[in-house]
């Protein structure tokens, strides 16, 4: 069993930046694929970025690319989000999950976090 603490959302003003982090409980941190995702209200779940276990490969959604950064501390059973220069359609409660095997961009992953909220006014 997996559990996934999400951290580090809050209120930005447009341009600015934020970090989440998503600690992981468990032994086997390293083996698993991490994953965030968001949900803006009356909008479906959406992939944000994605790092593998194995070979910390990065995986972005086309809007984030160049504005948003994934990486982990396997030592600290941690994966981050850094999201820069911010918009106010980032707006939205932002998930940690996990899954065995390799990254998908679906939802399919198989633990999650309860979120974080993200808000960027303008």
């Known amino acids: 069993q997996v559990q996934l603490v999400e951290s580090g959302g809050g209120l930005v003003q447009a341009g600015g930046s934020l970090r989440l982090s998503c600690a992981a409980s468990g032994r086997t941190f390293s083996q698993l694929a991490m994953g965030w995702f968001r949900q803006a209200p009356g909008k479906e779940r959406e992939f944000v970025a994605a790092i593998s276990g194995n070979d910390g490969s990065t995986y972005y959604q086309d809007s984030v690319k160049g504005r948003c950064t994934i990486s982990r501390d396997n030592a600290k059973n941690t994966v981050y989000l850094q999201m820069n220069s911010l918009k106010p359609e980032d707006t939205a409660i932002y998930y940690c999950?996990?899954?065995?095997?390799?990254?998908?961009?679906?939802?399919?992953?198989?633990?999650w976090g309860q979120g974080t909220q993200v808000t960027v006014s303008s």
């Open positions: 999950a996990a899954r065995y095997l390799v990254v998908t961009y679906t939802t399919d992953y198989r633990y």
